[in-house]
């Protein structure tokens, strides 16, 4: 028997962007190609102080659907 050895794929691991990636598909609702999107167009700090002010809203009680404006907010659709 022959065994072949996996080819090793390299990825492009940003722990940061992950967590990002996370937050944005699991706290606020978005779709993976909405956070993918993001994430390509803003940098981690910006997406990061419009999360901060987006939970603020939610807090105060302001927003009904926090997916569309979470996209709305990240200047995504």
Known sequence: MSYSTPKM???DYN???TALFGR???DFNLRKDQAT???R???PTE???RLYQIKL???DG???NLGAYTAERQGIK
Do not use: D, G, P
Request: hydrophobic share 40%; no cysteine.
């Open 37 to 39: 999107t993001a994430l």
């Open 47 to 49: 997406i990061t102080k």
């Open 24 to 26: 944005l598909v699991n």
């Open 57 to 59: 809203q939610v807090t």
């Open 41 to 43: 167009t803003l940098s």
């Open 15 to 17: 722990e940061q962007e």
């Open 9 to 11: 794929t390299e990825i």
């Open 62 to 64: 302001k927003v009904s």
